[in-house]
């Protein structure tokens, strides 16, 4: 009895990963961070990771209801870009600002280039970006979980912090990036699931560690005082918005790790993270096409 072969396009070999699986893996690797970042800073810090959550899948939702279009929300990764979104925020940032931060990345980044996979940058970072821009004051406004006052994050001023203070979170900051150890912790548990690779935050860091070395920097305010882990680890490796093969990642890398200490050592911002992380964004298509591999026989004239 004769087998019938059916012929398909590429690709051929198939993944059991899927996108929701994928968003809930980086969820639950943040969640460490985000959940100690609330007990830090207390209820306005959950406040603000609950507005920036719930507005960005009502963003996503009402979006694709008003295109009639099949509904996302069930992929998880409007929940992702709330949180990543939320944990770079001050816990006093004011609410409404923080939901149309939400609304920007939902709508203006994700959704108007095409949706999740058509995004030229990461959603979350872009609208922070946007944020610091249109609401410096609101958004400079941080908390020190010690005496619980207004203050600059360590970057921003001469800090007398210790390195165990500055790795575990005790000081001012974004409500998700001041613990780097849980970050890491999360980064490890990304990797053992093979939902990102070592490349781009080893890159990332190490170039930053290594510049600011020669500079002769505080290693440990530039490694642990600003959003050098969070950014590294968790928007930089966003798989849309990065390079697809390994050399481009280690370009990649090096070249956000560069740009941020170039901003922080010369520039007038204390932070670079997500300006740097937005500029390797806009040239990862340049990166692409020149780390990929040509197929065999490409470009050459067949002989008669």
Known sequence: MSKLLKVTSSPHIRHEDSTRGIM??????????????CILFGLSAALVLITTVITAVAAEALWNLALKRQQTIGDFSAVLTGLLLGM??????PLWIAAIGSVVAIIVVKQMFGGLGFNFANPAMTARIVLLVSFAGQMSNY???????????????????TLKQMFFGMHAGSIGETS???????GVYLMLRRVIK???PVAFIGTVALATLIAGGDLKLA???????LGAIFMA?????????????????????????????FGSLPEGVSYAILLM????????????SKPFGAGEVAKQ
Do not use: W
């Open 180 to 186: 780097s150890f849980l970050l890491i912790i999360g």
């Open 24 to 37: 809930l893996d980086v969820i639950i690797a943040l969640l460490p961070a985000a959940v100690y970042g």
């Open 198 to 200: 070592p490349i781009i």
């Open 143 to 161: 908390v020190s979980p010690i005496d619980v006052v207004s203050s600059a994050t360590p970057l921003a001023k001469e800090t007398t912090f």
């Open 223 to 229: 490694l642990f005082g600003g959003g050098l882990m």
């Open 237 to 265: 490796t966003d798989y849309v918005t990065s390079p697809t093969t390994d050399l481009g990642k280690l370009i990649f890398g090096v070249g956000c790790g560069l740009i941020t200490f170039v901003i922080r050592q």
């Open 88 to 93: 770079n925020l001050s816990s006093q940032t």
């Open 281 to 292: 964004n806009i040239l990862t298509p340049h990166i692409n096409r020149f780390t990929l």
